[in-house]
């Protein structure tokens, strides 16, 4: 047995959720070691929505955004979402999947795409490892023991267990996570919505799609069901069939084509079988998200039904609330109380994605009764009754820790929340996107926000320190981002924490 000391954080868990953290605490100047117990990365199509935020996220710690975007599948490709018989054929109804279009610039740099994980994860693999952080894959966490100033956790590796000493543990890994099952830390919510079985397969069926065009397409054939999701590259999908609680795959290859087929209105194509799974939907949080020097990071804090593709979302932007903490913790910028914020403020997120995707899963019930009815009118409406459920920018983009200074409070989740997203700098809120000039350079306001520090931002008349950065001075405002998109007077300032949330702000002027 070896020991490995002295490194700042391990993380269990190599996941996008977990290396977005390694990405984070390393460039903030951090040791770090990831872990993972998988052979590699991820081979077929789990997470395949990442959202404005994540790539927001993303950008900010450098990671080439541009080069994951150009992987994605295009817009035009991917920005619908119908109810058809079969594939080929009768449309019952479509509507757009979320926001994805250029207008979208105008509040956010990196506007939503649809990336498989299959093919999101090596890309970000790469990345890291470009930073000199290789993921240990193969390697199985095993046990920690917590003391004053560190967690010493055993590890195994080709069967040679290692002891590895940090100043604190990242649970990253996943819905049945190991780290929180020894933290004693229990999940809260059901736990069995539903059970499906999935079907991964490469099939070029652009005969079928060309007039309707999409990422999602829900079946509506009697007796079979489920659904149809587009992965872009080399023509793969995945068909996503509900069973009964308990199933067990049994069935050989040629079985599972021929339920393929079965959803297809030309059934000659050809068709390969990769890999098939089951799961069971759940909707759970963690009860807490810390224990002593460990935290629970992504699914293994939280469980979302997929309908609103915010679960790998939730999980980066846990770890981007989380990083700037331990950072400031780890160089003594700030008491250990500081981590205390991490589950109060993004627990409350997480209940609230929680909600809307299930409440998105049981309303999608609504277009399967409807097609039962003879009334053709009832199942336009209950299509359309869908919107919200494929429109979460609210959700996705205007979250708000309830912080000190806040002057409102946070509003209840329903349809308008969700959907829509209104610019603000109340505290707790993300600082809004505008277009600016540094340098000669086009960049995002969120690309002024330092990953370790608070950054002061002033308006062109505020008195100021020189220890902030101001307009007019340290940037240029072409498009008056400051008095019409922050809705700010000339002498006020704010202030940004790291995660590029507003921590606070002087209104000194404002009318």
């Known amino acids: 047995m070896t020991t490995q000391s002295d490194i700042d954080v391990l993380i269990v868990g190599a996941g996008p959720v977990g290396i977005s953290a390694a990405m984070l605490l390393h460039k903030m100047g951090h040791s770090v070691r990831i872990i993972d117990?998988?052979?590699?990365?991820?081979?077929?199509?789990?997470?395949?929505?990442?959202?404005?935020?994540?790539?927001?996220?993303?950008?900010?710690?450098?990671?080439?955004?541009?080069?994951?975007?150009?992987?994605?599948?295009?817009?035009?490709?991917?920005?619908?979402?119908?109810?058809?018989?079969?594939?080929?054929?009768?449309?019952?109804?479509?509507l757009p999947y979320e926001r994805q279009g250029d207008e979208m610039l105008a509040i956010t740099p990196t506007p939503l795409r649809n990336l498989a994980q299959h093919i999101l994860e090596p890309v970000l693999v790469d990345e890291l490892s470009s930073m000199g952080i290789a993921v240990e894959y193969s390697t199985q966490w095993l046990s920690m023991i917590q003391e004053d100033e560190s967690v010493v956790s055993t590890v195994s590796h080709?069967?040679?267990?290692?002891?590895?000493?940090?100043?604190?543990?990242?649970?990253?890994?996943?819905?049945?996570?190991?780290?929180?099952?020894?933290?004693?830390?229990?999940?809260?919510?059901?736990?069995?919505?539903?059970?499906?079985?999935?079907?991964?397969?490469?099939?070029?069926?652009?005969?079928?799609?060309?007039?309707?065009?999409?990422?999602?397409?829900?079946?509506?054939?009697q007796g079979m069901g489920g659904t149809l999701i587009s992965h872009g590259s080399n023509n793969e999908w995945v068909y996503m069939h509900p069973v009964d609680a308990g199933y067990v795959i049994s069935q050989s290859d040629e079985e599972f084509e021929a339920m393929v087929r079965s959803v297809l209105i030309d059934a000659q194509v050809d068709i390969k079988i990769l890999r098939t799974s089951s799961w069971t939907m759940t909707s759970q949080i963690a009860d807490r998200y810390r224990d002593g020097r460990v935290f629970l990071v992504g699914d293994a804090a939280h469980r979302f039904p997929p309908s609103g593709g915010m679960g790998l979302n939730s999980g980066v932007q846990d770890a981007h609330n989380l990083a700037w903490k331990?950072?400031?913790?780890?160089?003594?910028?700030?008491?250990?109380?500081?981590?205390?914020?991490?589950?109060?403020?993004?627990?409350?997120?997480?209940?609230r994605n929680a909600q809307a995707s299930l409440e998105n899963a049981f309303k999608m019930i609504e277009v399967f009764e409807a097609l039962g009815k003879p009334d053709q009118e009832g199942l336009s409406q209950a299509i359309s009754n869908q919107q919200t459920h494929f429109d979460m920018f609210g959700l996705q983009m205007g979250f708000r820790y309830e912080l000190e200074g806040s002057t409102t409070p946070i509003a209840p989740l329903g349809d308008d929340v969700i959907r829509n997203y209104t610019p603000s700098t109340e505290p707790g809120c993300?600082?809004?996107?505008?277009?600016?000039?540094?340098?000669?350079?086009?960049?995002?306001?969120?690309?002024l926000i330092d990953l370790t520090e608070t950054t002061v931002i002033a308006g062109p008349t505020a008195k100021v320190d020189g220890n902030c950065l101001q307009v007019g001075h340290d940037f240029d405002d072409p498009n008056n981002w400051w008095g019409a998109v922050l809705g700010l007077a000339d002498d006020a300032c704010i202030t940004v924490r790291p995660d590029q949330h507003v921590a606070s702000r002087d209104l000194v002027g404002k009318s």
């Open 37 to 94: 117990r998988r052979e590699g990365p991820q081979r077929a199509p789990a997470a395949h929505v990442i959202n404005a935020r994540t790539f927001e996220v993303w950008r900010q710690i450098g990671i080439n955004v541009d080069h994951l975007r150009s992987i994605a599948q295009d817009p035009q490709a991917a920005g619908q979402v119908h109810w058809v018989t079969k594939l080929g054929g009768e449309v019952l109804g479509s």
């Open 158 to 221: 080709d069967g040679n267990d290692e002891v590895i000493v940090a100043k604190y543990l990242l649970g990253c890994d996943g819905a049945s996570s190991a780290v929180r099952h020894t933290s004693g830390i229990t999940m809260e919510g059901p736990d069995n919505l539903q059970s499906f079985a999935t079907i991964h397969f490469t099939a070029d069926l652009s005969s079928l799609t060309r007039e309707c065009p999409g990422v999602l397409f829900w079946l509506c054939d």
């Open 326 to 351: 331990l950072h400031a913790v780890i160089t003594d910028t700030a008491d250990d109380t500081l981590l205390d914020t991490y589950d109060p403020e993004r627990r409350p997120i997480a209940q």
């Open 430 to 447: 993300r600082l809004p996107h505008g277009w600016l000039t540094r340098n000669d350079q086009r960049i995002s306001s969120l690309d």
